[in-house]
């Protein structure tokens, strides 16, 4: 009796623990989708709005504001309201700031926009920060690799994002329409999905209560402990490689390399594929060979990838070049957070740290780009790219769990 009921247990722990695992999948792809929500349909907002192109450059840095402070927030809430409820909530904020976003720009209001703007940030700066530590947990848990995946999850949500701002605009639907009919998508979603995320918060280790002064004493430690700042360098490669791409790869495959518009478009939409592809696939590879040995493979493919499109001669050595590339940048980010959360006690603002680092780079990255690119070309702007690659082959030994095992998920479930 005792060992039939110790099976039933066991059935019933691995299905609450699937479910957790897919909640926090869905997470990140609600995360992606919001994020590429708006984009394609920009021309129609700036119509809408009656103002300029610098003007909508304005209004959408309110989202990198709020983004920053939404890293910042992400602990404080995990620690107030617990796992399951900071992430709904926060799904929530992001489902409202979209749909205000929509109403604002039918009324044409500039300043609410930029408000919402400024809201959907916050949202999706702390739900990136609360869905990877969770997904550390859940890699804890089940002893496997899985945030890999969480962020293909992530690019998978971006593209169908892009996807449907882009089929709507075909059709003729109004901003104000996709962004409010997304935002009740979204929140029903996020009220479905939270209730298999376990109660309680993972941002302290059992048995340590700590004083409002002394977890912003911890927060504030994390950028003096040097294995953290490592982490970040690796996480500062790979973001300023993606966010390079992201801004740049179209234009320097068109420009520099003479290939028409169409095929500047499908090189990006390979790499988008081939980083989306990588993530979801790479989780067995971590697992066999560890968080370490990931990274650097995946780094010096990167600067392979990056040398190769910025001296291909040829469109196949620079569709070659773009996959390594999308490669390389592919695995940092979530074996960072992942480490990052594993590296010492409360999570989340050892998250925080390097998430803010990763941030900086995918946002800072591309302006030094066109500000390099301005005295010469894109092309040779983009050896910043290959040298931010090597930056990450570099520091990736600190991506080395802090107990003995081959994995990340292994030591942080011993």
Known sequence: MTDSRSGADAVVDRRVLVRWRTAIIVAFGIGGITLAAWGPRLPELRAELHVTTGTIGVVLAAVTVGSVAGLLLATPLLRTLGSRRAIASTILLVAVALAVIGLAAALGSVPLVAVAFVAAGLGIGSLDVMINVEGTAVEAAMGRTFLPLMHAAWSGGAALGSGIGAACAALGVAPSVQFVGEAVAIAVAGLVLTRSIPAGARTEEPGEPQTTGRKVLEWLRGWADWRLLLIGVVMLGVELG???????????????????????????????????????????????????????????????????????????????????????????????????????????????????????????????????????????????????????????????????????????RA
Do not use: K, Q
């Open 242 to 412: 993606e966010g390079s791409a992201n801004n740049w790869l179209t234009l320097a495959t068109r420009d520099d390399h003479g290939e028409p518009a169409a095929v500047a478009a499908l090189f990006f939409t390979v790499f988008a594929l081939t980083e989306a592809a990588t993530r979801a696939l790479g989780g067995p590879f971590v697992d066999r060979f560890g968080r370490v040995w990931t990274v650097r493979v995946t780094a010096a493919l990167g600067v392979l990838g990056a040398v190769a499109f910025i001296l291909g001669g040829t469109w196949w050595i620079a569709l070659v070049g773009v996959l390594l590339w999308a490669v390389g940048v592919s695995m940092g980010f979530p074996l960072g957070m992942s480490a990052a959360a594993e590296s010492g006690p409360d999570p989340a603002a050892r998250v925080s740290v390097v998430a803010s680092i990763g941030y900086f780079a995918n946002f800072a990255g591309p302006p030094a780009i066109g500000l390099l690119a301005e005295r010469s070309s894109v092309l040779t702007a983009l050896w910043l790219v290959a040298a931010a690659f090597v930056a990450a082959f570099v520091a990736s030994g600190a991506l080395r769990p802090r107990t003995a095992g081959p994995t990340g998920a292994a030591a942080a």
